[in-house]
T-cell receptor
């Protein structure tokens, strides 16, 4: 089954404790993105990657890091999480020339206390 | 002015009603217009997309784009309880672009 998977699905952590949210897709997609979704603000892009070792900032990159060492994986790293990073996070993937058709993962709900 | 404006609702309708969901936008460079559906506790999934102006129909769903007015709509005919979800419009200037701009989403409830 074609899918984007994220782990963990739920995470509660404390301020300053480094964490990584993993994302993996099995569709051989070149493009991958991370979004956060907040009430009243909608979906906002954090980072995106057009291929292995190629990443760029989205609209809200502050406080986040990403890496793309393999085509299928695109982890999101919070080196020093803060409460304002409490949010619902989505990973998405797509193919070149069809970036409008993004396939989303199930989401990771992160709470930072 | 926000690039994409979408009334967040919530919108509650009886089963069988015709539903109209709308977005306005300000960037005249947008060429691809998408509607994503997001069920509770799930990721968004692409419902329909339209390139440039015009209408597109898929079963009970019709997407309309009016570029002259910078206005897009999604119509749902004979709405069903299973249509209850949040609907997000999204737009981009290029089909190959990862840069989608999303509306905030409209939460729809269809009551049996």
């Amino acid at each position: 089954e074609a899918q984007v998977t994220q782990n963990p699905r739920y995470l509660i952590t404390v301020t300053g404790k480094k964490l990584t949210v993993t994302c993996s897709q099995n569709m051989n997609h070149e493009y991958m993105s991370w979004y956060r979704q907040d009430p009243g603000l909608g979906l906002r892009q954090i980072y995106y990657s057009m291929n292995v070792e190629v990443t760029d900032k989205g609209d809200v990159p502050e406080g986040y890091k990403v890496s793309r060492k393999e085509k299928r994986n695109f982890p999101l790293i919070l080196e020093s999480p803060s409460p304002n990073q409490t949010s619902l996070y989505f990973c998405a993937s797509s193919t070149p020339n069809r970036g409008h058709e993004q396939y989303f993962g199930p989401g990771t709900r992160l709470t930072v206390t | 002015q926000k690039e994409v404006e979408q009334d967040p609702g919530p919108l509650s309708v009886p089963e069988g009603a015709i539903v109209s969901l709308n977005c306005t936008y300000s960037n005249s460079a947008f060429q691809y217009f998408m509607w994503y559906r997001q069920y509770s506790r799930k990721g968004p999934e692409l419902l329909m997309y339209t390139y440039s102006s015009g209408n597109k129909e898929d079963g009970r769903f019709t997407a309309q784009v009016d570029k002259s007015s910078k206005y897009i709509s999604l119509f749902i005919r004979d709405s069903q309880p299973s249509d209850s979800a949040t609907y997000l419009c999204a737009m981009t200037a290029q089909g190959g672009s990862e840069k989608l701009v999303f509306g905030k989403g409209t939460k729809l409830t269809v009551n049996p």
